[in-house]
């Protein structure tokens, strides 16, 4: 079974909807010509293994199985299949680019066009295409495509950046616990599975041995890397480092260690590590060290941390707190979390590691509000260190964020409430029973009090009014205008205003605001339509644009499932609205392929809680059907419909 027919079934297998050859042709990059013609090759062979395609006329199709024994057998024999084989060949574009790159990395000299054309069947044109996405992600590594006329192509660029691109881009690092998950066919052509087996023994007992905890994709990480020194020096390669980074590494616990494996790795491979490859291990160990740690006080967790680490730490959060207003700065398990992350860290962006954050789709997609926190986090980084924070960073610093914003949601306790009645204590009492009956523990009643007293009420501890007559002057705090006797209308504004205080999605999404099915060909495209689309209605100043474009480069707003959520960098507009834009073909937007976009903008400074307007743009992200209908729709009547 070839990788089309495979993305095909996973992408039947993973939806618990009926999906439209639409659909499918986007996710693979063909017409749905093709796909309906892969399908019946999908179908035949599924037949004689425990499962059928079914088509419903009008919707599309769905994985059924009716032996799951049968079924399962099959799935891992061809998954089996698919990693073991050496003549697999690439045929989705983000596979050829893989390809490509790991033939680039792997090349002792130049690599002609013509030659990689032939090895994977495809267009000169179609390589050229792709090199186009080869360039870029290799640019991220500070690695550098070099054409000569005649020769070929071949890459530069320092030791440490090419060796850090293999890890990524050369071994299958996605399991964890066991060396077999990265022993792919060009690791275990490095060196003998019986060696590196050994190898992977020499790491767990060294880092058991001398206390030091590593999550297990860093022991992957470690393990790979060793694999790639080996054979970079058999190669005639040496990483260089600065001579007072050398010697500051050398003054460490971690370069003991890292000594201790490489003289047992020495022996296992017969080849001799140079000092500086040494080091370059005890980097990894600094870099992925773990330490846990009890409550502590602000100022003991200053003393605790190094001073650096603290000033930096504090730093970040005081740029989340002056541009979300979350309350989250003076959470103390927050400051060590982050601290104790940062400490490590700081050795990995001295040295321009990468890390790996295999959560990182899953947070941006359930963590919006705290993954944007940890844009606003890197941005502090980048500027202490004046080196690039990439997404998977950002993604652990936003775990720390989102942990804390959940603790601050069950410490919030029931919305405090004073009722304001001129009926007399009565019908106060009248109010504040029902407010209790209905609601119990989701409100707490301060108390009651008639409205000419108002002036001396403190309203510190007061999170809302609840008033039977109207209140004309400017209150501190929210105002909820009931009818004496309580009526349904009545309950259901209270309801509104104690769940979380969340506002309707409906009042975002706006006739002017929608645009259906444009012929737009880019980001850059998308954007500008969009920013000048909100300009011209007056929501947004001049400045808009750039604040969306930053915040795309510190990691793009591409979500699956066809879905871009572009935004500014930080609230900006005097007022939050959502902007929708579907295209008449998908575009590329960081690495994902997109239809759908939706602009969005929160209120600059507002306390208002924004959380079901995220739950349903995490919906649509989540829904392809949704997202399907969406996409059809032309007009506005039939995109509200739809998306509400």
């Known amino acids: ?326 309350g989250i700065r003076h959470d103390t398990e927050l400051i060590m979390g982050l601290g104790l992350h940062l400490k490590p860290a700081i050795n990995r962006y001295r040295y321009g590691m990468n890390i790996r954050n295999p959560m990182l789709e899953d947070i941006k997609v359930n963590y919006q509000v705290a993954f944007e926190a940890g844009i606003i986090a890197g941005l502090a980084l980048e500027e202490h260190f004046g080196a690039k924070i990439d997404e998977n960073e950002i993604g652990y610093l936003a775990l720390h964020i989102g942990a804390a914003m959940e603790r601050r949601k069950l410490e919030s306790g029931p919305k405090r409430c004073l009722i304001v009645c001129a009926s007399g204590m009565g019908s106060a009492q009248l109010l504040n029973y029902k407010v209790q009956a209905k609601f119990g523990s989701k409100i707490k009643v301060m108390g009651t009090t008639e409205f000419y007293k108002l002036n001396q009420v403190d309203f510190e501890n007061v999170d809302f009014v609840i008033s039977s007559i109207p209140i004309r002057e400017s209150l501190p705090v929210p105002v909820i205008e009931v009818n004496t006797i309580l009526g349904e209308g009545d309950l259901q504004k209270i309801e509104g205003f104690i769940q979380e205080n969340q506002t309707s999605v409906s009042q975002y999404v706006k006739e002017g605001l929608v645009f259906l099915q444009k012929p737009l060909a880019s980001t850059q495209e998308v954007l500008e339509y969009l920013v000048h689309q909100v300009m011209e209605k007056g929501l947004a100043e001049e400045g808009f644009l750039e604040a969306v474009l930053q915040r795309e480069s510190m990691a793009p707003t591409s979500f699956g499932n066809s879905v871009a959520i572009p935004h500014p960098i930080s609230p900006l507009t005097p007022q939050t609205f959502l902007a929708f834009c579907t295209l008449e073909k998908p575009i590329v937007w960081g690495d994902k392929k997109v239809q759908f976009v939706c602009l969005l903008s929160v209120e600059k400074e507002s306390n208002e809680d924004f959380q079901n307007m995220y739950n349903m743009l995490g919906k649509i992200v989540d829904n392809n059907e949704l997202v399907q209908r969406l996409l059809k729709a032309k007009t506005y009547t039939e995109f509200l419909r739809n998306l509400l």
């Open 1 to 326: 079974m070839n990788s089309r027919l495979t993305a095909i079934l996973q992408e039947l297998m993973a939806s618990d909807t009926v999906v439209t050859s639409d659909h499918l042709a986007r996710k693979v990059d063909v017409t749905s010509r093709t796909i309906r013609d892969d399908l019946k090759q999908l179908e035949r062979l599924l037949l004689s293994n425990g499962a059928s395609i079914n088509s419903i006329r009008g919707k599309g199709y769905e994985l059924e199985v009716q032996e799951e024994q049968e079924f399962r057998k099959f799935l891992q024999q061809t998954f089996q299949q698919k990693h073991d084989s050496e003549a697999f060949q690439p045929n989705l574009p983000e596979e050829r680019v893989k390809y490509l790159i790991r033939r680039l990395l792997l090349a002792e000299g130049y690599l002609k066009l013509d030659d990689l054309s032939d090895e994977i069947h495809i267009s000169k044109s179609t390589i050229q295409n792709d090199l186009k996405s080869v360039k870029e992600i290799l640019k991220e590594y500070g690695i550098a495509l070099e054409k000569r006329p005649n020769y070929g192509l071949k890459i530069k660029g320092s030791e440490v950046k090419l060796r850090f691109c293999m890890s990524e881009y050369i071994f299958d690092r996605s399991g964890e616990g066991s060396p077999n998950t990265a022993l792919t066919s060009e690791l275990s052509s490095l060196a003998g599975e019986k060696e590196l087996s050994e190898i992977w023994k020499i790491i767990i007992e060294q880092i058991e041995e001398n206390d030091i905890t590593l999550s297990d994709i860093a022991i992957n990480n470690l393990f790979v890397h060793i694999a790639i020194a080996y054979k970079r020096i058999t190669s005639g390669y040496h990483v260089k480092l600065y001579k007072a980074d050398l010697k500051e590494i050398i003054t460490q616990k971690e370069y003991i260690v890292a000594k201790k494996i490489v003289q047992k790795a020495e022996q296992v491979l017969q080849v001799k590590f140079p000092p500086v490859e040494i080091a370059y291990i005890a980097i990894h160990l600094l870099g992925t060290k773990m330490i846990t740690t009890s409550n502590m006080s602000e100022q003991e967790i200053g003393n605790v941390l190094e001073d650096e680490v603290y000033q930096l730490t504090i730093a970040v959060l005081d740029a989340i707190e002056e541009r979300l207003h979350l």
